[in-house]
């Protein structure tokens, strides 16, 4: 079943997406060399817990933090630690999910440590323009998946232009989301479009490409949650909430 949302409650997922949008950018303001991700985690927390609104993931399925904060090779889910410290030249991607008046947000974004190297910011850019192409995609009475035909066909573009091949995570995706934070339908990255269900107005979707520098095999460690990549490739996420709506696309999660 997919959840549709009145106006009003797009309304009411919006404000949480403002709080979500908050709390990473006060994340990307501090990361540096020699911050931990544990620090990092606290400003979201207490970001978010001063807009009056939970965090997301915090005791999801027993997730012990306000974020997840997945460094070079991590592609999701990484916990954070205050023996992750940041250094120069480190690419992490920051995911983020707030509550507010029972309404979900959750977005992402890969941040450089430092100055980062073309390949990293390539792969950052990569992924940054899939995802902002499945967001173009995002139309009522279209299908789901012309949105993961469209992040995959913007990866190809990127491949050109950089000439070099990225891996697209696979076993992992975008999502409904509402009053839970994981919901149907479950959105790929890649596939041909015109299948899946109809978009219709009132449904919200996070969308999330996950891009690496090499191939798509990923493992996840013995702490039950961090994903890594099998070839130590490194790996970018970026992620919005968006509803559809008559006149197209609503990023919930924007600034």
Same mark, same amino acid.
């Given at each position: 079943?997919?959840?549709?949302?009145?106006?009003?409650?797009?309304?009411?997922?919006?404000?949480?997406?403002?709080?979500?949008?908050?709390?990473?950018?006060?994340?990307?303001?501090?990361?540096?060399?020699?911050?931990?991700?544990?620090?990092?985690?606290?400003?979201?927390?207490?970001?978010?817990?001063?807009?009056?609104?939970?965090?997301?993931?915090?005791?999801?399925?027993?997730?012990?933090?306000?974020?997840?904060?997945?460094?070079?090779?991590?592609?999701?889910? #990484?916990? *954070? @630690? &205050? /023996?992750?410290?940041?250094?120069?030249?480190?690419?992490? $991607?920051?995911?983020?999910?707030? !509550?507010?008046?029972?309404?979900?947000?959750?977005?992402?974004?890969?941040?450089?440590? #430092?100055? *980062? @190297? &073309? /390949?990293?910011?390539?792969?950052?850019?990569?992924?940054? $323009?899939?995802?902002?192409?499945? !967001?173009?995609?995002?139309?009522?009475?279209?299908?789901?998946?012309?949105?993961?035909?469209?992040?995959?066909?913007?990866?190809?573009?990127?491949?050109?232009?950089?000439?070099?091949?990225?891996?697209?995570?696979?076993?992992?995706?975008?999502?409904?989301?509402?009053?839970?934070?994981?919901?149907?339908?479950?959105?790929?990255?890649?596939?041909?479009?015109?299948?899946?269900?109809?978009?219709?107005?009132?449904?919200?979707?996070?969308?999330?490409?996950?891009?690496?520098?090499?191939?798509?095999?990923?493992?996840?460690?013995?702490?039950?949650?961090?994903?890594?990549?099998?070839?130590?490739?490194?790996?970018?996420?970026?992620?919005?909430?968006?509803?559809?709506?008559?006149?197209?696309?609503?990023?919930?999660?924007?600034?």
């Amino acid at each position: 079943m997919i959840e549709l949302k009145a106006p009003a409650e797009l309304e009411a997922m919006r404000a949480a997406g403002l709080v979500v949008a908050a709390a990473l950018a006060g994340v990307v303001e501090a990361v540096r060399a020699g911050v931990s991700t544990a620090e990092l985690d606290e400003i979201a927390e207490q970001t978010i817990r001063d807009a009056g609104a939970v965090p997301s993931f915090k005791g999801y399925h027993g997730f012990p933090a306000s974020i997840c904060a997945s460094v070079n090779q991590q592609i999701v889910h #990484g916990i *954070p @630690s &205050p /023996t992750q410290v940041l250094a120069d030249g480190d690419l992490i $991607s920051v995911d983020c999910g707030a !509550i507010l008046d029972g309404w979900h947000g959750d977005s992402a974004v890969t941040v450089s440590v #430092g100055e *980062p @190297s &073309p /390949t990293d910011k390539a792969l950052s850019e990569a992924t940054r $323009s899939a995802m902002l192409a499945g !967001i173009e995609a995002v139309r009522a009475d279209g299908r789901l998946t012309d949105i993961s035909h469209a992040v995959e066909t913007a990866v190809h573009e990127s491949e050109r232009s950089d000439q070099r091949r990225y891996g697209i995570i696979r076993e992992y995706g975008g999502h409904g989301i509402g009053r839970a934070m994981h919901m149907e339908p479950f959105l790929p990255n890649y596939g041909k479009p015109g299948k899946g269900p109809r978009l219709r107005v009132g449904m919200a979707i996070a969308i999330e490409p996950m891009l690496t520098l090499g191939g798509e095999k990923t493992l996840e460690l013995d702490d039950g949650w961090t994903v890594i990549t099998v070839d130590g490739s490194r790996a970018a996420h970026w992620e919005h909430t968006v509803a559809v709506t008559e006149d197209g696309p609503w990023v919930l999660t924007a600034p």
